[in-house]
C-alpha cells in the first residue's frame, strides 16, 4: 500500500485522533500552576486543553481516549522524572495520581453524553465543574494518602473547588465562542448559497411564464392550421406545442427543488447590519481574488430586522460584486441604507468605469453584459435581470445614474416588504 495513502488513513482515525490529543495533554501538562507547598500536585494547561479537544474534535470513543491520554500523561511525566535522575518508586508515587484525573474526566462525560450538553453551556459548565472536583480530588487525595499518609484539608478543598470553578467554565466560554464562530460561517456561507438560488428561481419561475405564453401560442397555432387543412404544418405546430409542454414540465420539477430548498431557512430574520457585513466581507475576498484593491465602506442610518434577508443579499451581493468588477485596479464602493416612512434606500456607489450614456435603457435587459473573458468572450448577462426580477417581487424600484467617476445604483423597496413585524 502507498505510503502517503497509509498516513492519510491513519490521519482520519480514531487512533490519530486519540494520539493527538494524548500528546498535547503531556504537552501541555508542563504549563502549570502549583498551590500546594512542597507537593507535586498541579493545575495544569493540559486539563483545559483535554476538555477543549474532545469538545472540538470529538473522539469515537471518550472513554478510550480518556485512558490513552492518562497513560500517556503519567509515561510521559514519570520518563520526564527517570531522566532527570529521581528514583522509579518516587516518581510513579508523584505522577501515578494524574491517571485518575483524566480518566475520571473521560468515564464522566462518557457516561452522561457529552453530545447531548454541547448546546447548553450552562448545563455544560455545572457538568465540567463537577467532573473537576471529583477528578482533582481524587488525584490530590490518592497522592497525599500514598506520601503523607493523610487526605484533604479544607483549605486544599477551598482551593480545589475555586479552581476547578474557574477551570471549567473558562474552557465552556472558550468552546462556545469557537462554536458560535463556525455556527456563523455556516450560517453565511448557506445563506450566501441560498441567495444565488433565490435568485435562479425567481429567474426560472419567469422564464416558465414565458415558456406558457409559447406552448399556448403554439397550440394556437397548431389548430388554426388544422382548420385551413395544413396537415403538415399542423403537425410541426403541435409537435412544437408538446416539446415545449416537456421543458415546462422539467422546470417545474426543478423549480420545486430550488423553492423548497430556498424556503428551508434555519433563521428567520437578519438585521440590515448583518447583511451589510456579510456582503462587505464576501465582496472584499472577491476583490482580491480577481487582483483587485476595493476599500468597501457602508454607512446604515437606520437598522431593522428583515424577514427578506436571502433575497435582499442576492441584490446586494450582485451590485457590489458589478462594482468591484467595474473598478480597474483600485477604488472604493459605497454603500448606503436609508429609509423613511414608507420605503428603505440602497444604494450602491463606485468609483468604476461606469457605463456608456447610451447603454442605460438597456443594462438590466436579458444579455446586456459589458464583461469579456481574455479571449473575448462576452459573460450571460443575467446578474442585472435577475436583480431587477427580485426587486419587482418585493415591490420595489431600481434606478442608475452616471457620475463623473463610476456609477451609482438606488434600490427602492417598500418597507412593509422587507421589515419584519416584531412579535409583543
Not at 453565511?188 to 416558465?208: I, P, R, T
Request: charged content about 20%.
Amino acid at each position: 500500500m502507498n505510503i502517503k495513502l497509509m498516513w492519510r488513513q491513519f490521519y482520519q482515525s480514531e487512533a490519530a485522533r486519540m494520539v493527538f490529543i494524548a500528546i498535547v495533554t503531556a504537552l501541555t501538562g508542563e504549563l502549570k500552576v502549583m498551590p500546594f507547598d512542597g507537593e507535586i500536585f498541579r493545575f495544569a494547561l493540559g486539563g483545559i486543553l483535554f476538555f477543549l479537544l474532545i469538545l472540538i474534535y470529538p473522539p469515537v470513543s471518550i472513554l478510550r481516549t480518556g485512558f490513552v491520554t492518562a497513560v500517556t500523561v503519567v509515561v510521559f511525566r514519570v520518563t520526564k522524572e527517570l531522566w532527570l535522575g529521581a528514583a522509579l518508586l518516587e516518581s510513579l508515587q508523584m505522577h501515578v495520581p494524574v491517571f485518575l484525573f483524566y480518566f475520571i474526566v473521560a468515564v464522566g462525560w462518557h457516561f452522561v453524553g457529552l453530545e447531548e450538553y454541547k448546546s447548553f453551556p450552562l448545563r455544560l459548565g455545572v457538568l465540567a465543574f463537577l467532573f473537576e472536583v471529583i477528578s482533582n480530588s481524587s488525584e490530590h487525595a490518592l497522592r497525599n494518602w500514598w506520601l503523607h499518609g493523610s487526605l484533604l484539608n479544607s483549605k486544599e478543598w477551598g482551593i480545589l473547588v475555586g479552581v476547578a470553578l474557574l477551570r471549567s467554565f473558562f474552557t465552556v466560554g472558550l468552546y462556545s465562542s469557537v462554536a458560535l464562530s463556525k455556527e456563523k460561517q455556516r450560517v453565511e456561507e448557506m445563506l450566501g448559497v441560498g441567495s444565488e438560488l433565490y435568485a435562479e428561481a425567481l429567474y426560472l419561475q419567469k422564464s416558465m411564464n414565458h415558456i406558457e405564453q409559447i406552448t399556448a401560442s403554439s397550440h394556437d397555432l397548431y389548430r388554426k392550421l388544422k382548420k385551413e387543412n395544413q396537415r403538415e404544418l399542423s403537425s410541426q405546430a403541435l409537435h412544437i406545442a408538446q416539446e415545449i409542454h416537456e421543458v415546462k414540465k422539467d422546470s417545474q420539477r426543478i423549480l420545486a427543488g430550488l423553492s423548497k430548498w430556498t424556503t428551508r431557512q434555519q433563521i428567520e430574520a437578519f438585521y440590515l447590519s448583518d447583511l451589510l457585513d456579510m456582503v462587505v466581507t464576501a465582496n472584499e475576498k472577491y476583490s482580491e481574488m480577481i487582483g483587485k484593491e476595493c476599500v468597501v465602506e457602508t454607512t446604515i442610518h437606520e437598522d431593522f430586522q428583515t424577514g427578506q434577508h436571502v433575497p435582499l443579499l442576492a441584490v446586494l451581493n450582485n451590485l457590489t460584486a458589478n462594482a468591484v468588477e467595474a473598478i480597474e485596479e483600485k477604488g472604493h464602493i459605497f454603500i448606503t441604507i436609508n429609509s423613511n416612512e414608507e420605503s428603505v434606500y440602497f444604494s450602491v456607489r463606485d468609483t468604476g468605469k461606469g457605463i456608456p450614456i447610451e447603454h442605460e435603457d438597456v443594462i438590466f435587459e436579458p444579455g446586456y453584459t459589458t464583461k469579456f473573458t481574455d479571449q473575448g468572450t462576452a459573460a450571460t448577462g443575467i446578474g442585472l435581470s435577475h436583480v431587477s426580477t427580485i426587486i419587482d417581487a418585493m415591490q420595489g424600484m431600481i434606478a442608475v445614474e452616471r457620475l463623473d467617476k463610476g456609477l451609482i445604483v438606488t434600490v427602492k423597496i417598500p418597507l412593509k416588504s422587507i421589515m419584519k413585524e416584531i412579535e409583543t
